[in-house]
Each structure stands twice: as C-alpha cells, then as structure tokens.
C-alpha cells in the first residue's frame, strides 16, 4: 500500500495517516473516523478504510 495514496478525497486523509493511527491504537473505523476524520463527510471512503484496517490487521 503506498502511503501517499489518498483514501478519504473529502479531506485529503491518506492511506500513512490511517496506517499511522491504527498503530497508535485507532484499530476501528469508528477509532479512525474520531483520529484522522476520514469518513466523516460523505462517508463514501468507509469500505476502503475497512479494507485498509482487514489488511493492516492481516
Ligand atoms: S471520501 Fe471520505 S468522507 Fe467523503
């Protein structure tokens, strides 16, 4: 996974700063949702971020 790609377009959150958060313990997307705020706005991003989390977590 290359960790500039943009995960969340709605606010630029990227696929580090999600990696970023789970290791510091944001393991849900609720958790990544209040850290990073991907997922907030039009929600659309939701599937990738849990595909990103099912990977990280292997
Ligand atoms: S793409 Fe993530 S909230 Fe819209």
Do not use: N
């Not at 290791?23 to 705020?37: L, R």
């Amino acid at each position: 996974m290359d960790r500039e790609q943009v995960i969340c377009p709605c606010l630029d959150v990227t696929a580090g700063q999600i990696m970023d958060a789970y290791e510091e313990g944001a393991t849900t997307v609720d958790a990544i949702k209040e850290i990073t705020g991907a997922g907030t706005v039009c929600g659309a991003c939701i599937d990738e971020i849990e595909d990103l989390l099912s990977e990280l977590k292997g």
